[in-house]
């Protein structure tokens, strides 16, 4: 099925752990991204990956670094997770930028205690 | 920082009514976008429309768009239950790179 993918659906994380969310899709897009979204502030850019060995940053970049080895998957890592990333994550592609229509996928909720 | 507000935040009707949901932002844009988001889901792509449009028809959503105040809005008409959800309108962070969203507005319908 096409579509993109995103693992685990959810975690309680202890601060200070590292922690990598997965995001692979089959639809052979060029870019892909990463979003947080809390309550009362919508949705905002984590970092984003124009094409496969390219990423770039966001609105909130601090605390997260991303690789982008091969066009399907684009992880997130948190090196050393905060209370304050406790989010619900959303990895998201389109075919080439941002003038394109955005897939979304299911979204992570992480809980950093 | 936000580029679409979208106003109002929460919006309340009736099954059958139409719903009007309206989006400001500051910079010039190529293209706006809306999309809507289910309870606990992820978003999903209503409908783009281009700078040089004015308006644009999907089913039951009427987008409109009026770039010299920099504004649009999505109406629904003959709204259901089923469009219960959160409306997010975004346009390019910057030319080729990313969407940036407002914080949207949550639609409840009930019957």
């Known amino acids: 099925i096409a579509g993109i993918t995103q693992a685990p659906t959810s975690q309680i994380l202890a601060a200070g752990r590292r922690m990598t969310l997965r995001c692979t899709q089959d639809?052979?897009?060029?870019?892909m991204y990463w979003y947080r979204q809390d309550l009362g502030l919508g949705l905002r850019l984590i970092h984003y990956s124009n094409t496969a060995g390219t990423t770039g940053k966001g609105e909130v970049p601090d605390g997260y670094s991303v690789s982008r080895a091969n066009t399907d998957d684009f992880p997130l890592t948190l090196a050393s997770a905060v209370p304050s990333q406790t989010s619900v994550y959303f990895c998201?592609?389109?075919?080439?930028?941002?003038?394109?229509?955005?897939?979304f996928g299911p979204g992570t909720r992480l809980t950093v205690l | 920082s936000q580029q679409g507000e979208e106003d109002p935040q929460a919006l309340s009707i009736q099954e059958g009514e139409n719903a009007t949901m309206n989006c400001s932002y500051k910079?010039?844009?190529?293209?706006l976008q809306w999309y809507r988001q289910n309870s606990g889901r992820g978003l999903v792509h209503l409908i783009l429309i281009r700078s040089n449009e004015r308006e644009k028809h999907s089913g039951r959503l009427r987008v409109t768009l009026d770039t010299s105040k920099k504004s649009s809005s999505l109406l629904i008409t003959a709204s259901r239950a089923a469009d219960t959800a959160s409306y997010f309108c975004?346009?390019?962070?910057?030319?080729?790179?990313?969407?940036?969203f407002g914080k949207g507005t949550t639609l409840s319908v009930s019957s």
């Open positions: 639809m052979r897009h060029n870019a």
């Open positions: 910079t010039s844009i190529n293209n």
């Open positions: 998201a592609s389109s075919e080439q930028g941002s003038y394109n229509e955005q897939f």
């Open positions: 975004a346009t390019e962070r910057q030319a080729g790179t990313a969407l940036i």
